[in-house]
């Protein structure tokens, strides 16, 4: 029997490679999606096939996590084996603008994914799987970060995906439900968001090499992150679902770097070294004819920030047999090579006359 697999934010990036990777196992793919006013689907536009064709293994549904009745109904519908919650507000600066609706899609929403099993009596049918986060870590206590690793959230984002870790683990306790936890540290790819920072910095790499913009800025370059590839977590996330016993798992590379590494290695792949110069906010990023390509600008500074996450992968790899086959070295080169396409194609489309976004928060 085909396994049926239900995404809820799978028009995001996760969701987006998560699909794919089903969808070539043989899965039957259904997908939650916000209505929007204007197209989202851009990730997933490759996956999707006419409902109206033959052997469509892909499907669409309007939903929202904060609309209880709407994901019973899809639940209901779709009776499926696997559910991946991957949908949440999941910018950690803009929670801090909109806490109580970042509380409401990723701590609440989990609870009603979960609720909806018990109501719909799919407490032993449908496994489950929770996008936690190293965000959950937050306020350095121990160095790599483990499964065992006491939590210290430091943002609203952060807060609302502890309630969703423990809600979990308590719908696991209390009701037998097979449901798990990844703790996934970051993880970026060419189709990655583009106010997050890796693909902030790739994007303005690609564009100033090009000609379309002048000037990089940014905020805190010394966080350190635990950055991998996301084509590799979403294979993590399967094989979470898979083993006998559920369970939670750190997913991570080992390996930590500054903001200011990933700036300078991003440079460094289109063929531009960059020297730093000056302290704090005056802190600027050079070429070498001393042009500025970087600076600070303090609204990128976060009320509380998160220093240094490293994560310690040992477990998924004893237990899931996981390990990241992508390098940071290869994740940003790849990030730029796709980023310098698509200004090119900017390029093109401004000589054709017509308007592209220029700048992104
Ligand atoms: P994205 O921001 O790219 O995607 C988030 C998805 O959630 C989008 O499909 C978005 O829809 C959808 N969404 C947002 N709010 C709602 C809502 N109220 N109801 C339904 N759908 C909603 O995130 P990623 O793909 O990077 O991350 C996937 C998950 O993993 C998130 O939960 C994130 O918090 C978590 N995570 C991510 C990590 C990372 O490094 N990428 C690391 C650890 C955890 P739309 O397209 O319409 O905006
Ligand atoms: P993060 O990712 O907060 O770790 O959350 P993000 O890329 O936004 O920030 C990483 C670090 O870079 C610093 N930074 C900047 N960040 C942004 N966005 N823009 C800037 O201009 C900038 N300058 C410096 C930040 O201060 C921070 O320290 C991501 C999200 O995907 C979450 O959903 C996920 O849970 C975690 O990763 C793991």
Redesign the pocket.
């Known amino acids: 029997m085909e396994k049926v697999a239900l995404i ?8 987006a490679f998560l699909a794919e990777f089903l969808l070539k196992k043989g899965y039957i793919v259904h997908g ?3 209505r ?1 006013s204007l197209f ?1 689907t851009e990730r997933i536009d490759h996956l999707y096939r006419d409902p109206h064709e033959t052997d469509v293994r892909f499907f669409l549904h309007h ?4 609309d209880s009745t709407n994901l019973i109904r899809i639940i209901q519908e779709v009776q499926p084996d696997e559910i991946y ?7 950690v600066q803009v929670s801090f603008e909109e806490p109580e609706y970042t509380a409401n ?2 701590a609440l ?1 989990t609870l009603r994914l979960l609720e909806a099993l018990r109501i719909l009596g799919l407490t032993d049918k449908t496994r489950i799987y929770q ?5 959950l870590y937050g306020k350095v206590r121990e160095t790599p970060q483990k499964e065992t690793t006491p939590f210290y959230p430091r943002s609203p ?1 952060a807060v609302a ?1 502890l309630y969703g870790y423990w809600i979990t683990v308590n719908y696991r306790e209390a009701y037998g439900i097979y449901a798990c936890n990844g703790i ?5 790819s060419p189709i ?2 583009e106010t997050f920072v890796t693909r902030k910095i790739t994007r303005a790499v690609a564009r100033i090499k090009l000609g379309l913009q002048d000037t990089l800025y940014l905020g805190n370059l010394n966080a350190k992150r635990d950055w991998g590839y ?1 084509g590799d977590y979403v294979r993590a996330m399967w094989l979470i679902l898979q083993q006998d016993r559920p369970d939670d798992y750190v997913i991570a590379t080992g390996e930590t770097h500054a903001v200011r590494e990933f700036v300078e290695l991003a440079f460094k792949a289109a063929g531009i070294d960059i020297k730093w110069e000056g302290n704090g906010i005056d802190e600027t990023g050079r070429d070498a004819a001393g042009k500025v390509l970087v600076r600070i600008d303090p609204r990128y500074y976060r009320p509380t920030e998160v220093d240094l996450l490293l994560g310690d992968p040992a477990k998924a790899k004893a237990q899931l047999g996981w390990s990241p086959k992508v390098s940071f070295k290869e994740l940003v080169a790849m990030m730029v090579r796709e980023d310098c396409k698509r200004a090119e194609r900017d390029i093109l489309c401004k000589q054709h006359g017509y308007a592209v976004a220029d700048s992104f928060e």
């Open positions: 809820t934010g799978v028009t995001g990036q996760d969701g939650v999606k916000r929007s989202n939903g929202d996590l904060t919650n991957l949908a949440a507000q999941s910018h899609a990723d929403g996008a936690s986060t190293s965000e984002y995906k996934l540290f970051n993880h970026e990655r968001g996301a």
